[in-house]
């Protein structure tokens, strides 16, 4: 069982920046990819961006540019959020995806992540 909390989020303003962490407990991630995801109210949950075990990364092209994921040595995962925009408001969520593939239609799929932290909001003013 692993146990997820983000955290980072808050309000700026549009072209600020913000930096969302996701630490996980429980068991390690080192060999789990990482996912983001955000949902916007009225909105579905959209995919953000991942990071593979071994540090392979995929962006939304929506973000693309502007945001970068990363992960260090220890449990956390990182979104670098630049240059935001009021269109980037919304709770974001951290997941972990237990098996490794090289496609990146795979980790844009909320439905091959198997374990969710509870979110942190993200507003950003215009």
């Known amino acids: 069982q692993v146990q997820l909390v983000e955290s980072g989020g808050g309000l700026v303003q549009a072209g600020g920046s913000l930096r969302l962490s996701c630490a996980a407990s429980g068991r390690t991630i080192r060999r789990d990819a990482v996912g983001w995801f955000r949902q916007a109210p009225g909105k579905v949950r959209e995919f953000v961006a991942a990071i593979r075990w071994m540090g392979a990364t995929f962006y939304a092209e929506s973000v693309k540019g502007r945001f970068t994921i990363s992960r260090d040595n220890s449990e956390t995962v990182y979104l670098q959020m630049n240059r935001l925009k009021p269109e980037d408001t919304a709770v974001y969520y951290c997941?972990?995806?237990?098996?490794?593939?090289?496609?990146?239609?795979?980790?844009?799929?909320?439905?091959?992540?198997?374990?969710w932290g509870q979110g942190t909001q993200v507003t950003v003013s215009s």
């Open positions: 997941a972990t995806a237990p098996r490794d593939y090289e496609s990146r239609d795979y980790y844009t799929a909320h439905n091959v992540y198997n374990f």
